[in-house]
Every structure is written in structure tokens, then in C-alpha cells.
Nanobody, 124 residues
Framework: QWQLVESGGGLVQAGGSLRLSCAAS????????MGWFRQAPGKEREFVAH????????YYADSVKGRFIISRDNAKSTVYLQMNSLKPEDTAVYYC?????????????????WGQGTQVTVSS
């Protein structure tokens, strides 16, 4: 049984930065690709970023490319999302997710395990 626990959300002004963390326990973290998704009120859950098992390859949604950085520390069983130059439209609940298949996946239903989410609010 996987447990994924996000942290690091909060309230920040536009232009600011936050770093989200997602700590995993219960399975071999390095055998899972990891993703970050977000869901704003009244909107569908959307893909943000993906990182492969080794961390060698990363992928981003166009809306965050150049501003967000996904990384992982397999020794700590943790994946991170560094968010810079935040905009009000980045406001959402952010979720981390795990996927056994290492191939890039942008659809939420292609991930096997989910965290409970952490709120990020960007004020203008």
C-alpha cells in the first residue's frame, strides 16, 4: 500500500515561489514514475509535470514550462515541484501521483496512486 503525502503549499503573492514536496512510503519509490497534477475549483484535474524513475527525463505542461521544475530524490523517496514566477492562474490544489509504467502520461487516470493534495493560492 502506497502513501503519498504532499506538503509545502500555501499563500504566496504573484511572482513568488513555492516548493512542494511529496514523500512516499510503502513501496520501492525508484520503481515508479511520478507526476504532479493540479485542480482548480470548477475545473478538471490537469497535468503539470512528470519525471521518470531515474529522474533523467522530465516533461511539463506548456502552461508551466520554464517556471516549474520537477525533481526527485530516490534516497529520500521524495519528489519535488519547484514553482517560480507564480501567477494567480496557478491557484489550485496540487496532487502528486505515482505510476509503475515509466512512459510519460498526462492523463490522470493513467496514474496508480495519489496523494491527498496541498492547496496553493497565488494572490494578485
Amino acid at each position: 500500500q502506497w502513501q503519498l503525502v504532499e506538503s509545502g503549499g500555501g499563500l504566496v503573492q504573484a511572482g513568488g515561489s513555492l516548493r512542494l514536496s511529496c514523500a512516499a512510503s510503502g513501496r520501492t519509490f525508484s520503481s515508479y514514475a511520478m507526476g504532479w497534477f493540479r485542480q482548480a475549483p470548477g475545473k478538471e484535474r490537469e497535468f503539470v509535470a512528470h519525471i521518470t524513475w531515474s529522474g533523467r527525463s522530465t516533461y511539463y505542461a506548456d502552461s508551466v514550462k520554464g517556471r516549474f521544475i520537477i525533481s526527485r530524490d530516490n534516497a529520500k523517496s521524495t519528489v519535488y515541484l519547484q514553482m517560480n514566477s507564480l501567477k494567480p492562474e496557478d491557484t489550485a490544489v496540487y496532487y502528486c501521483a505515482a505510476r509503475r509504467n515509466n512512459v510519460l502520461a498526462k492523463a490522470w487516470n493513467e496514474y496508480d496512486y495519489w496523494g491527498q493534495g496541498t492547496q496553493v493560492t497565488v494572490s494578485s
